[in-house]
């Protein structure tokens, strides 16, 4: 039986607002990725195991940092997100040119994972605690179809520098979700915080919403599920070359069908991300903030203990 968590990370993304390879720019004072940090707070909270999806194309690139950065004593594995891959009888359409979105990093990784696990992007800083609360859920969590996300406050996760996308949650009153819409451009205007549609629409938002950062805990019973919905979405998308599977609309699927339910944990946590360049800055202040006020080490694995479990 494995009594620990695996985390997920997902680090396939195309990057085309950052204009680069974000997943292993440097942020920290001794040129750490925000990965790091991830990797050092998850295994802090209690994950022994670190599974990351890549692309092909970076993938030995990836490792290699990797493995010169993130301490041996922690358990990694790698897993391949390409375009082709596909359920049995689909097809690539001949205009798609990029793989299929978070949705479907989640749904290879599953040969690799047998045990409850959390996913993250690889690219976002979630602190702490998100981390504590994901793994004290997973450890705790009896019900093979009980199902939790890590919800943040609006307000605590926008970038200046441009839109963001969310998954806007609807919870009840037990802290239940009933439903996650993602919304692909969130952004900060002088009447305060709004959802853009088109040209014409316009949704005003207070900043106290709760929402998704990708930062969810599952059962391996989740997979038939993310299998089930990629199936739907590309019998909806297969001549769409820019539809993106998205891995809150699986979560927003099974909720509405009753198929699992899925326990928001509030988060005291800010986000921070590098959705465009100028977010760098923000994000260097941030850490070195946090490394003041002694939350980090400055050579940030000094601090952390081999897990004896």
């Known amino acids: 039986m494995h009594n620990s968590p695996t985390l997920l990370v997902l680090v396939a993304g195309m990057a085309t607002r950052y204009g680069g390879l974000k997943q292993l720019d440097c942020f920290g004072p001794n040129g750490e990725t925000i990965i790091e ?16 999806v ?3 194309t970076i993938k030995e690139e990836f490792k290699a940092i990797m493995q010169q950065r993130i301490p041996e004593y922690i358990n990694i594995e790698y897993v391949t997100q390409e375009l082709e ?5 689909y097809e690539v ?72 996308s969310r998954g806007i949650c609807e919870l009840n009153e037990n802290n239940y979700l009933k439903s996650v819409t993602e919304q692909t451009h969130i952004i900060r205007i002088s009447a305060g915080i709004a959802v853009q549609g088109s040209e014409t629409s316009e949704t005003i938002l207070v900043g106290q919403e709760i929402v ?46 009753g198929a699992a339910k899925v326990k928001v944990l509030r988060t005291p946590e800010k ?19 946090l490394i003041s006020k002694g939350i980090y080490a400055k050579k940030m694995w000094d601090s952390l203990s081999v897990h004896t479990i």
Do not use: C
């Not at 940090?37 to 990351?52: E, L, T």
């Open 271 to 289: 986000w921070f991300g590098v959705t465009y360049p100028n977010d760098k800055q923000y994000v260097v202040q941030s850490i070195n903030h």
């Open 85 to 89: 891959m596909l359920p049995l009888g």
């Open 37 to 52: 940090y991830s990797v050092h707070d998850a295994y802090k909270a209690g994950f022994d195991k670190i599974v990351f």
């Open 93 to 164: 359409p001949e205009n798609r040119s990029k793989p299929w979105g978070t949705g479907q990093a989640v749904w290879v990784a599953a040969s690799s994972i047998k045990e409850p696990f959390a996913v993250i992007n690889g690219d976002d800083f979630y602190g702490y605690e998100s981390f504590k609360l994901a793994a004290d859920f997973l450890k705790t969590s009896a019900d093979n179809i009980e199902y939790g996300l890590v919800g943040f406050k609006l307000e605590n996760t926008l970038s200046d520098h441009g839109a963001v």
């Open 212 to 257: 998704s950062m990708n930062l969810m805990a599952f059962k391996p019973s989740v997979f038939p599920y993310f299998e089930q919905e990629f199936k739907a979405f590309l019998d909806r998308n297969s001549t769409n070359s820019k539809a993106e599977f998205y891995l809150p609309a699986v979560v927003d699927a099974v909720v509405k069908s």
């Open 54 to 56: 890549v692309r092909e």
